[in-house]
């Protein structure tokens, strides 16, 4: 039976599943920011990170590994960024655990430098 909160949940209802294991689940995400972007998902309905089990963050990292592999072979990205939003302030909209995994390709923009500090752009350049 679900949580009464989680019945409106995206993200308590696996679709369109990519990978997966006991825990996490993984699938592309609906509004890429580039080709390739994936989001690893708990099964379980956990508002971010930091309530998340030693369990469920090693199931996460299982699959951030397996995804990289994939998207290695598949789109030949130049890197990565990783992310997770945790909190309102943070810029998180659906309300349940999920890490984003961001392939970057050579000039998919000016400069990259500064890489995750670009949530805040005026902090990004240093």
Not at 20 to 38: C, F, I, Q, S, T
Not at 48 to 64: G, Q, V, Y
Not at 104 to 126: A, F, L, T
């Amino acid at each position: 039976m679900f949580e009464q909160h989680s019945l409106k949940c995206p993200f308590c209802h696996p679709d369109e599943v990519v990978l997966e294991n006991d825990l996490a689940w993984l699938r592309y995400d609906k509004y890429p920011v580039n080709p390739g972007h994936m989001l690893v998902i708990t099964r379980r309905h956990v508002t971010d990170f930091f309530d998340s089990t030693k369990e469920e963050r090693h199931a996460i990292n299982s699959l951030l590994e397996e995804a990289k592999r994939l998207l290695d072979d598949r789109f030949k990205p130049d890197g990565y960024n990783v992310g997770v939003n945790c909190g309102l302030s943070a810029g998180q909209t659906i309300m349940h655990l999920h890490v984003h995994l961001i392939p970057r390709y050579s000039g998919d923009m000016e400069n990259p430098r500064g890489g995750v500090r670009g949530v805040i752009p005026e902090k990004q350049k240093y």
